[in-house]
């Protein structure tokens, strides 16, 4: 009897006791499913036909990918705000959390060798069309490693084919004047309106008679998306791709979002909405929730394998910070660099009118 004990006692505790070679084991061999399909919310169409499909297929592959780039985006993001209160970060800053579905659901719909430009909400898209977390927080201390060496700041950062955040966007004669444009020479370009609900802190039902902005293009097709799911963006920007590739021209498309932060740090964001309606957004629409909770319903990832991927990305967070704090500043030679295409040299007046600063050729 005290062997059976002994015995039963020995197997329970070699069940509990930890095998960290065979735990990874079991991990990577886990029955996860290679894709899935799911329904997608329909978009609302203007002067189309037909639009996108209501259904998408979502590959292990893909999730896992989507999922990494979002939560980098928000960690990013939460990031700058803790460096712009910790005055690392200075002027304008003007954060994306809440929308990471539009920006990785749209790099997901086109090519690399497409071009994009966009406002002064830049920093998701900084990171989907290539640059890395460094160079866009060292950008935003104004250091030498920033994608423009420090001297762009929140809203003007740079890489191949994509020309950079912009700090005036959507104004309504320059907006309409553009529509015209590329209607009248039939150019390949989406134009997408990042609707989050608020135009700094007005919201759009008390700014706009018509808030359907997807039919603001009049004589342009539109689509209406849901924002806050990537694959939903994803779907509906290959078929606005699809749409100018094929030579018919412009389209709109409006991403139905929501942003957490305010308009800029120096906007709370609660004196014109309710910090209910925020949180209200966050438990329902979330888009990293949204996309989680596909994936582990359905068999793509399992709720510790997508845990491991959130503390992989604080890391890497944490470290692109810490480079981003310590890197030097641009030296007060390279400051006046890259304005003319030539480096003439040239003088420009300080904040005292008597002092004049000569630049270095």
Known sequence: MRKMLAAAVSRMLSDITPKPATSRVLVASCDYSNDA?????????????????????LTREDGLRYYRVMQTIRQMELKADQLYKQKFIRGFCHLCDGQEACYVGLEAGINPSDHIITSYRAHGLCYTRGLSVRSILAELTGRRS?????????????????????????????????YNMAALWNLPCIFI?????????TSVERAAASTEYYKRGNFLPGLRVDGMDVLCVREAT????????SGKGPILME?????YHGHSMSDPGV?????????????????????????????????EELKGIDVE????IDEAAQFATTDPEPSLEDLGQHIYSSNPRFEIRGANQWIKFKSVS
């Open 238 to 245: 290959k078929f606005a791709a699809d749409y100018c590739r």
């Open 313 to 316: 990305v604080r890391q890497a």
């Open 193 to 201: 309106c990042e609707n989050n609900r608020y135009g700094m802190g």
């Open 37 to 57: 399909t799911f329904e997608i919310k329909k978009c609302d169409l203007y002067r189309l036909e037909d639009g996108p499909p209501v259904t998408a297929m």
């Open 255 to 259: 991403l139905q979002t929501y942003r």
């Open 271 to 303: 004196s014109y909405r309710t910090r209910e309606e925020i949180q209200n957004v966050r438990s329902k629409s979330d888009p990293i929730m949204l996309l989680r909770d596909k994936m582990v319903n359905n068999k793509l990832a399992s709720v």
């Open 146 to 178: 920033g994608c423009a060496k420090g001297k762009g700041g929140s809203m003007h950062m740079y890489t191949k084919n994509f020309y950079g955040g912009n700090g005036i966007v959507g104004a309504q004669g320059q907006i309409s004047e553009a």
